[in-house]
């Protein structure tokens, strides 16, 4: 019975480690940047995302793409149509294998890593890293944010097309075709 007792403790003990983790949308933020005419820059936002870490460390996030915001109305609907294409690829998802020293940080504690992993963006996947720091803010916050943007490639994801249309369309010399991206995503325990 002692032995009983002490295994259903030691595994209600951790059982947190091995929780399942989900994304705060509300709390959570996603960026990326663009310079147009080689010298305005702005920095734009996909309003929403989702997603969740395994506790196995398998992590997925999926960013509607029909959430970009960069703050004027027909600029968003042209990147949606035109740049995105929104109809045929409406998210973009990130995929990856984190490494349990990030998930089973302790509470109050922080540290900084590496996540590498998978890009799915307008049907093209690529490799992408993202440099980051965790902090275990809580028992079940998890608190996930690049410490540097991550550049990503128009060319690498067949979007260059789409760019092309955009800068004629607003009749401009130039869009960059790299765009940084940082975020920081909140995940809480389920």
Do not use: C
């Not at 996947?125 to 993202?130: D, I, K, R």
């Not at 540097?148 to 955009?166: K, N, R």
């Amino acid at each position: 019975m002692l032995k009983q007792s002490l295994v259903l403790l030691s595994s209600l003990l951790v059982a947190p480690a091995f929780a399942d983790w989900t994304v705060a949308p509300e709390q959570s933020s996603l960026h990326f940047m663009s310079t147009k005419n080689a010298q305005v820059t702005e920095v734009h936002a996909f309003e929403e995302l989702s997603g969740s870490v395994s506790g196995s460390g398998k992590l997925m996030i999926e960013v509607p793409l029909s959430s970009v915001n960069t703050n004027i109305p027909i600029r968003n609907t042209r990147m949606q149509e035109k740049l995105f294409n929104v109809a045929k690829f409406p998210a973009a998802t990130f995929t990856a294998d984190v490494p349990s020293e990030l998930i089973k940080l302790k509470a109050g504690s922080s540290t900084t890593a590496k996540v590498d992993g998978t890009l799915s963006l307008h049907g093209v996947e690529a490799p992408v890293s993202f440099n980051v720091s965790v902090s275990k803010v809580s028992a079940d916050t998890l608190v996930v944010s690049t410490v540097s943007p991550t550049l990503i490639g128009a060319e690498t994801f067949g979007l260059t097309a789409g760019l092309d249309m955009l800068q004629n369309i607003a009749g401009l010399k130039s869009i960059t075709q790299t765009s940084p991206v940082t975020f920081s995503v909140t995940f809480e325990m389920e």
